[in-house]
């Protein structure tokens, strides 16, 4: 069975940093594409980051230069490290798994990724 645990999300000051993580339980996560997605009230979930399975990385424009999407294959965890945080990052961060070695070019499209876990908080104030 897959599971995704998020954890890491917390309240910060803009320009601070955190770092996500997502456990990976039932299945070697570094076998598919693995992602980070956001979403607030009332807007549709949005795609942060991904890597595919060779190592490839998309981001988001809004986060390019800021945030760094990683894996541990030893630990089976996904990480991303958000730096220079700005209050529109605000939001409820989730890891999700795309059925799929690589993540193509719809990665920033949420309906394409079938697993996903609970979520991780995020709330950054100016």
């Known amino acids: 069975q897959v599971q995704l645990v998020e954890s890491g999300g917390g309240s910060v000051q803009a320009g601070g940093s955190l770092r996500l993580s997502c456990a990976v339980f039932g299945y070697t996560h570094s076998w598919y594409c693995m992602g980070w997605f956001r979403q607030t009230p009332g807007k549709e979930r949005e795609g942060v980051a991904v890597v595919d399975n060779d190592g490839r990385t998309n981001y988001a424009d809004s986060v390019k230069g800021r945030f760094t999407i990683s894996q541990d294959n030893a630990k089976n965890t996904l990480y991303l490290q958000m730096n220079s945080l700005k209050p529109e990052d605000s939001a409820m961060y989730y890891c999700?798994?795309?059925?799929?070695?690589?993540?193509?070019?719809?990665?920033?499209?949420?309906?394409?990724?079938?697993?996903w876990g609970q979520g991780t908080q995020v709330t950054v104030s100016s």
């Open positions: 999700a798994r795309k059925a799929t070695w690589i993540c193509g070019g719809n990665w920033y499209l949420p309906g394409t990724f079938g697993s």
